[in-house]
T-cell receptor, first 113, second 112 residues
């Protein structure tokens, strides 16, 4: 049973296209995140949702729009893809109570040509 | 969240202990010390965390200096599967909202 699952694992697309990455967690967590890992391997938070409500929105172009239909899902939609969007995107989740420990998905590698 | 400093890389031999250091001289009294690791082509994985006392779990041990300005992650017997980038992160439970600030981490290589 995968705790945090992301689809697709790989995504290759052309500049200007719109694409989505989906994330689902079966841990019963109430907070979910999107992180971006660029080519230099730096991991940086993009968004955080708690019970379907946006609580963190770092400086991310508004071409990126997270959507949380329920607290088990946090999808990432990207409009008008640019070369610089090429990266690995990681979804993560945690529960508000207890230790502040994040569980990450395996990542979705986006390549924009 | 306060900053941490780690060596860029370390090497170890298989079956030997590994001590991964982390400096966090500006740590505040409410910052927890968390360690994550990222295996190749995988997402980060929680390893261990602590506040003041040393901690042990099935993956590793965490030794925290008395002044809390440094800590050491200890892998008791390194295996090839432990080759990964190890991140030391300070987390203030009250303010971070789970926003882990990752640095460059330490890339651990394990030689057979």
């Amino acid at each position: 049973d995968t705790a945090v699952s992301q689809t697709p694992k790989y995504l290759v697309t052309q500049m200007g296209n719109d694409k989505s990455i989906k994330c689902e967690q079966n841990l019963g967590h109430d907070t979910m995140y999107w992180y971006k890992q660029d080519s230099k391997k730096f991991l940086k938070i993009m968004f955080s949702y708690n019970n379907k409500e946006l609580i963190i929105n770092e400086t991310v172009p508004n071409r990126f729009s997270p959507k949380s239909p329920d607290k088990a899902h946090l999808n990432l939609h990207i409009n008008s893809l640019e070369l610089g969007d090429s990266a690995v995107y990681f979804c993560a989740s945690r529960t508000v109570s207890g230790a502040n420990v994040l569980t990450f998905g395996a990542g979705s590698r986006l390549t924009v040509l | 969240d306060a900053k941490t400093t780690q060596p860029n890389s370390m090497e170890s031999n298989e079956e030997e202990p590994v001590h991964l250091p982390c400096n966090h001289s500006t740590i505040s009294g409410t910052d927890y010390i968390h360690w994550y690791r990222q295996l190749p082509s995988q997402g980060p994985e929680y390893v261990i965390h602590g506040l003041t006392s040393n901690v042990n779990n099935r993956m590793a041990s965490l030794a925290i200096a008395e002044d809390r300005k440094s800590s050491t992650l200890i892998l008791h017997r390194a295996t090839l599967r432990d080759a990964a980038v190890y991140y030391c992160i300070l987390v203030n439970y009250g303010g971070s909202q789970g926003n882990l600030i990752f640095g460059k981490g330490t890339k651990l290589s394990v030689k057979p």
